[in-house]
């Protein structure tokens, strides 16, 4: 069952009544996965027969290119990578956003980039940014492609030609610091491959977002982005100690590279979060942390979602931090065990045991049990006190170890499950994930009348079936936490599918704010969470950035409509 491609994939065999994950790159592939169509079809209520493929490319229906004779002649004196291959095109025209997917898998883009360029050092982008505003041509910065904001479409009111720069020619590490502990990186570098290069000098930076075999370090510093292990190692802010940006006045970037300055309002902050619209990321010089000694992985199940969060409050205020504490409600619980690989006769006699025990001995209930994955990083006696006050604390609250192997295979199937949309798209179900940022003290309450709103807004709209909806605490902090969502819905016999399923994801996000949450933890702005900006930095706050906008790029050079949505040749006319 193993297929003959790195390139994984889910795929399915109806008449076994099962699903099976192809590819050799994930711990599941090659597994067949008896529970998941089972799950699908009664915890969904999914149709397995319903099926909405994705449609063959239809090269008629890709935008043709508005060209820009004079900016390409000159552009490939530095740039020998150009394309305007159509397909090429299309690929540099969005991220991972299900309205994105949905649109590229039904021949549904209006306007994509109508040039494709890749420069090779930070010189090349000087003299690309000089060339755009020479020729008023609009610039959209791309590294992995793993936006989920929908910050990498194209505006479709924008008449110039649009250039998509994709930074990934720019991946080298220029130099180690072995002494201060710093790396200098170019910011095409993809995740993945920053940290082999950095382990092969006995070396990580830490940072380890779901999609590091992806996104790269210029994303992470556009977006302002987090990583699994943020506990120890930093959110991205904390590991960014200098970043260059070239913007269409110049090269913005700090002179000096210090631990802390104290020199006015920390320019690092303006690029940090800026996703393109003010200039492009070339350089960034980072953290970086020798490996650590010991890597242990453990789980702990609880007898409600609630004990679970009390859990990983207390550990905040007592500041015991494992470099990863992520808890998974029971619908999210239940959806990891539909995903667990078939088992032998031996290991199924043995989960029977464990789940006799903690299901009557015990007493947890089924529908109610939450479960938490833990990675523990760091020396042998760190690790040692991670895992000894985790379970302490974990036991005060009801919570009972579920081993090793739980937390492994929990952690490592992030990776994986992200393909699985990919899965549900092809039998007619529309899936996203969106974050959040909340207080400890409304975790619980956000997450029940998030659930709550979604399925009234649903039935308000005429789905008969529910849609699905889970939640995971992902991040601790202090004074509160990350919290995530899973969500679908059917489009079986459902009219105008695409806008039912955005106008129920609106409600949950209005939601989220109602109930205090933030418009994003670590995902961005982009272009989805546009109108939520202004009422959470203030309309003072909004101005500003307008203003810094308009200095640094008066004519809109950097016009991919995030964040401020601005769109066009002119930034004069908006404040």
Request: net charge neutral; with cysteine.
């Amino acid at each position: 069952m193993v297929g003959d491609t790195l390139t994984p994939k889910w795929s399915t065999i109806l008449r076994q009544n099962c699903c099976y994950f192809t590819g050799n790159r994930y711990p599941l592939a090659g597994k067949t996965l008896p529970n998941l169509i089972s799950w699908f079809k009664g915890s969904l209520g999914a149709d397995i027969n319903y099926r909405t493929p994705a449609q063959p490319l239809d090269l008629a229906k890709i935008p043709a290119a508005i060209r820009c004779e004079e900016f390409m002649e000159e552009a490939r004196k530095y740039c020998k990578h150009l394309t305007e291959d159509p397909e090429d095109r299309l690929m540099h025209g969005h991220g991972h956003l299900c309205e994105e997917i949905y649109m590229l898998r039904n021949n549904l883009f209006e306007r994509i980039p109508d040039l494709v360029v890749y420069p090779g050092c930070h010189g090349d982008v000087v003299k690309l940014v000089e060339l755009a505003s020479k020729y008023n041509v609009v610039i959209i910065p791309m590294g992995g492609g793993t936006s989920v904001s929908g910050a990498l479409m194209c505006p479709e009111q924008e008449q110039r030609t649009i250039v998509s720069l994709d930074m990934t020619e720019m991946n080298k590490i220029h130099w180690i610091d072995y002494e201060n502990l710093t790396a200098h990186v170019e910011s095409g570098i993809i995740g993945i491959d920053l940290e082999r290069k950095l382990e092969k000098e006995g070396f990580t930076t830490g940072h380890q977002p779901d999609s590091i075999e992806f996104s790269s370090l210029g994303g992470w510093v556009a977006t302002r982005a987090s990583g699994m292990k943020k506990n120890i190692y930093g959110n991205i802010e904390d590991i960014a100690l200098r970043i260059k940006m070239v913007t269409a006045k110049g090269t913005i970037e700090r002179t000096c590279q210090v631990p802390r300055l104290s020199a006015g309002p920390d320019i690092n902050q303006i690029i940090l979060g800026s996703e393109g619209t003010l200039g492009v990321i070339t350089e960034v010089t980072i953290k970086i942390k020798p490996l650590p000694e010991s890597t242990r992985y453990g789980s702990i199940i609880f007898p409600d979602f609630e004990s679970g969060v009390t859990t990983m409050h207390q550990l905040s205020r007592k500041r015991v931090y494992p470099a990863s504490i992520r808890l998974l409600d029971n619908d999210q619980l239940m959806f990891g065990m539909a995903i667990k690989p078939e088992k032998t006769l031996f290991e199924s006699i043995v989960d029977k045991v464990k789940q006799a025990y903690v299901t009557k001995l015990r007493g947890f209930k089924p529908h109610k049990m939450s479960i938490c994955t833990l990675v523990f990083e760091g020396s042998h006696e760190a690790v040692a006190t991670q895992e000894r006050e985790g379970y302490a604390e974990a036991a005060r609250n009801g919570g009972i170890p579920a081993g090793e192997e739980n937390g492994k295979n929990g952690y490592l199937l992030t990776f994986s499950i992200a393909y699985l949309r990919d899965l549900a798209m092809s039998f007619g179900w529309l899936a996203e994930s969106f974050e959040t940022s909340i207080p400890w003290d409304r975790v619980c309450d956000m997450v029940k009348n998030v659930k709550q709103r979604m399925n009234i807004v649903a039935k308000e709209l005429g789905l008969e079936t529910p849609p699905y909806v889970s939640a995971r605490v992902t991040q601790a902090y202090d004074c509160g936490a990350c919290c995530y969502f899973y969500f679908g819905i059917a489009s079986k016999d459902v009219p105008e599918p695409l806008e039912k399923y955005l106008a129920i994801e609106r409600a949950a996000r209005d939601e989220v704010i109602a109930n205090g949450g933030s418009i994003s933890h670590h995902h961005g702005v982009g272009k989805v969470r546009r109108r939520y900006l202004e009422p959470t930095i203030s309309t003072v706050g909004k101005e500003t950035l307008l203003s810094i906008k308009r200095h640094l790029d008066p004519n809109n050079i950097f016009g991919n409509g995030n964040l401020l949505g601005i769109v066009g040749p002119t930034t004069k006319s908006k404040l």
